[in-house]
């Protein structure tokens, strides 16, 4: 059974049979946001587009290597120096299966809309922590996106095999105004891999925003 995440939450990587989780996709999950028309009738479907991107820091706190989308836009990017985006790792050990404008039009299908797969066999040696957030490129906040979630599953982006963790986030006040939300982190910890729901929202206007955050205060 998938171990349903709580905010601060940290768990191990290991399976109901003991053997550690290597190899595996970290999914975030989103739905389109439907407006009633007038009497319920001519109701519309507005698209959310949201990024998933994460970034690896090293053992300083420093970042070593990223993965966001390479169509985000270069005014940001140069404002902040930050490097051009990117769907795989320098290491290979991460790849990113590419940009989801709409989200999900009729309920949740039980695919995830945007999906890095993750083999920690390949990760560098440089890598402590491992950052996964997502940023809204439309107008909307986190309160009016009827739901938002991030999971761990053995499988591929087009295959869930077995949910392994999953941390949810519904359509409350609390996200009212928020734009970015860093789901969660994996790390080392005594020679193994951990993770951790961290689940905190901010009004950050743009990707390099949010980065700058993560290195500033996660670390």
Not at 80 to 101: E, F, I, Q, T
Not at 125 to 147: A, H, M, R, T, W
Request: proline share 3%.
């Amino acid at each position: 059974m998938a171990i349903r995440l709580e905010k601060g939450q940290r768990i191990n990587l290991e399976k109901n049979n003991g053997a550690k989780l290597t190899q595996f996709c970290v999914g975030c999950n989103w739905g389109s946001i439907i407006k009633n028309g007038f009497l319920g009738l001519g109701n519309s479907v507005q698209d959310v587009d949201l990024d998933l991107s994460c970034v690896m820091l090293d053992a300083n706190g420093n970042l070593c290597d990223h993965i966001y989308s390479p169509l985000y836009r270069k005014e940001f990017l140069d404002q902040y120096g930050m490097p051009p985006g990117k769907v795989d790792s320098n290491d290979r050990a991460l790849h990113h299966s590419g940009d989801d404008l709409k989200g999900d039009q009729d309920g949740d299908d039980g695919l995830d809309n945007e999906i890095i797969t993750v083999d920690l066999n390949k990760i560098s040696s440089s890598v402590e922590q491992i950052f996964f957030f997502l940023n809204n490129c439309g107008k909307e906040d986190f309160s009016q996106i009827p739901y938002a979630s991030i999971r761990m599953y053995e499988g591929t982006p087009e295959w869930v095999k077995e949910i392994f963790a999953q941390y949810d986030v519904a359509a409350e006040s609390q996200y009212q105004d928020k734009t970015a939300l860093i789901m969660g982190k994996l790390y080392r910890r005594g020679g193994e891999w951990k993770f951790s729901a961290i689940g905190d929202a901010y009004p950050d206007g743009n990707l390099c925003e949010t980065i700058k955050r993560i290195i500033a205060n996660y670390k």
